[in-house]
């Protein structure tokens, strides 16, 4: 029989096809694979309870993108479906939710191992900040960990303290200048974007030796675009659409889009700093001016490109640091002080029992003293870190079939009652921060109160949340081998931070105690006055007289 006939009317029917339908065709068979994938893993996967997908298309996944409290809905699942549970996603996708403390740890401690970045992940974290510490997996993170970690030291962060002094005094004098011009008591000040400059050139003058000029008014390249991020906040339900089958079908990431575009340009112009300050320091190091002092950390980063040890870095990989560390100064470190200033201006009484710790110190602090004589400050730090994290979750692949044990036993769909679940390779697992954070099970009936006492009071801490392994029992640095090596800085600069601002100035919010806060969205989630442009947050600041 000739075949030619056939050949040809299948030729005819594929040129008849338009590009639409072309595309429609291999979406089908992309989607018909996932499906298969996921019915493999459903045999060896636990069977456990949870919400019921609300969409055909997108699961419950817009139940949780739509909510203006991500953390409060997997909180109201886990009680009502226990602490580990299955979320319903895009296409027939499915996630294994932990909200169990012992499942928790077991997670953390096998990332970068048993468990790995999804795929979306792999690509946007390529393409924002390349194949540095964020994005490597195994022996390549352990490896590009350690040569990071001099940079990182106790003593390292220390001798960074007054960098940070440096950058929020210009702060405290721009501030003065704008109350002084008001000619009233206070005066309206946008501090989000305060915030944002304070952090970045923090951040690059303490580990880079190089001045964005944020805080002086000068628009560098990578300003700008983090400043149009910030401009454009509101996710609509289009972008929520998107997001969802991206997780899917991770390569739409390249399709054009406003959003993508920025966080190229932005990639581009970290690149040409970073590119320029790593060739500085190189010049440096070749002079000899790097001998014999505390490196910082571009320094470590040079000292370990090219060297033949265990500790050796890529010039990629140490472009990938720099990028990260810029974004996380911008983003991470900009939201919690932002947040915390929110918690003052509505918590008066804690506003001022903060100012009397701090007066009790005539001078700056030294690094020391911040960490060891002001228990109160440090409790403000981590009450704003646990109600507010700025990473909302964790999600990843399980690398190979997984046995996860329980601290409390759950139901399962068949109603069989289990202290451990088995979890087979491929299967999407994940954690809200939030949730686990924030939850009453764990941290007791006030949870959702900020109450920095707790910190201090003897046996302030549940017993339920010391079973959370991440720092001081909270997971907004996250866990295991990829907690975040810079949270000492971090932590450093809000204490500075705070010393200064809150010793000079009072805040309240403009629009009096009731002023609503809802989340805007820029690179990550942050807070903003409702109603706002972008993620505008105005509070009303005066010169604390004392």
């Not at 636990?46 to 609300?54: C, F, Q, V």
């Not at 210009?170 to 200048?177: C, E, L």
């Not at 939850?439 to 549940?462: C, L, M, V, Y």
């Not at 907004?476 to 100035?505: E, H, Q, W």
């Amino acid at each position: 029989m000739d075949a030619t006939p056939i050949v040809l009317r299948l030729a005819t029917i594929i040129h008849s096809l338009s590009a639409v339908n072309v595309a429609a065709i291999l979406v089908g068979i992309l989607a018909f694979r996932a499906a298969i994938r996921e019915t493999r893993k459903r045999f060896k996967t636990t069977k456990l309870r949870g919400p019921p997908p609300s969409s055909f298309i997108f699961g419950a996944g817009k139940d949780v993108l739509d909510s203006p409290d991500t953390g409060e809905v997997y909180e109201t699942w886990a009680q009502e479906y226990g602490a580990v549970y299955e979320v319903p996603l895009a296409l027939g996708r499915k996630k294994v939710l932990l909200c169990d403390p012992k499942a928790v740890a077991h997670f953390f401690a096998g990332d970068t191992r048993t468990y790995g970045h999804t795929a979306l992940d792999k690509v946007t974290l390529e393409r924002s900040v390349g194949k540095g510490i964020l994005w490597a997996m195994g022996e390549d993170h352990r490896r590009q960990r350690r040569s990071m970690s001099p940079a990182f030291t106790y003593t390292s962060i220390g001798k960074l303290t007054p960098v940070f002094y440096n950058c929020v005094y210009k702060v405290k004098a721009a501030w003065d200048g704008i109350i002084g011009m008001s000619g009233e008591e206070g005066a309206v000040i946008e501090v989000s974007q305060w915030m944002n400059h304070l952090s970045l050139d923090s951040i690059g003058l303490a580990g880079f030796s190089h001045d964005f000029g944020a805080l002086d008014g000068r628009k560098a390249p990578v300003t700008r675009i983090f400043e149009a991020f910030q401009e454009s906040s509101k996710r609509n339900d289009m972008s929520s659409g998107v997001f969802l089958l991206l997780q899917v079908f991770p390569m739409l990431v390249y399709i054009p889009s406003p959003r993508m575009r920025l966080v190229r340009e932005l990639h581009y112009a970290m690149v040409d700093v970073c590119n320029a300050m790593l060739d500085q320091t190189k010049k440096e190091k070749e002079a000899g001016a790097l001998d014999g002092r505390e490196k910082s950390i571009i320094e470590v980063l040079v000292q370990a490109e090219g060297t033949d040890t265990a500790f050796y870095a890529t010039r990629e990989e140490a472009l990938a640091q720099m990028k990260a560390l810029l974004i996380a100064a911008y983003e991470s470190s900009a939201i919690n002080l932002v947040w915390a200033l929110v918690e003052l201006a509505r918590n008066p009484e804690i506003q001022t029992a903060l100012r009397e710790e701090l007066l009790t110190c005539r001078e700056d602090p030294t690094y020391e003293q911040l960490n060891k004589g002001f228990p109160y400050l440090d409790a403000v730090a981590h009450e704003t870190l646990r109600l507010h994290p700025s990473i909302p979750d964790f999600e990843r692949i399980a690398e190979e079939d997984d046995v996860i044990p329980l601290s409390e036993p759950v139901r399962t769909k068949t109603g069989e009652v289990v202290d451990c679940i088995h979890v087979a390779a491929g299967t999407l697992v994940g954690i809200s921060t939030p949730s686990i954070n924030r939850s009453t099970a764990i941290w007791g009936a006030d949870a959702k109160k900020f109450r920095p006492e707790r910190w201090i009071e003897r046996d302030g801490i549940a017993k339920k949340a010391q079973e959370v392994q991440g720092h001081r029992h909270l997971l907004s640095f996250g866990d295991g081998p990829r907690m975040c090596i810079g949270k000492g800085i971090a932590l450093a600069m809000f204490k500075v931070v705070f010393t200064v601002l809150v010793k000079n100035y009072v805040f309240e919010m403009r629009d009096g105690p009731d002023t609503k806060i809802e989340l805007g969205r820029a690179l990550s989630v942050r807070p903003k006055v409702a109603g706002e442009q972008g993620a505008r947050l105005p509070l009303r600041v005066k010169r604390y007289e004392g």
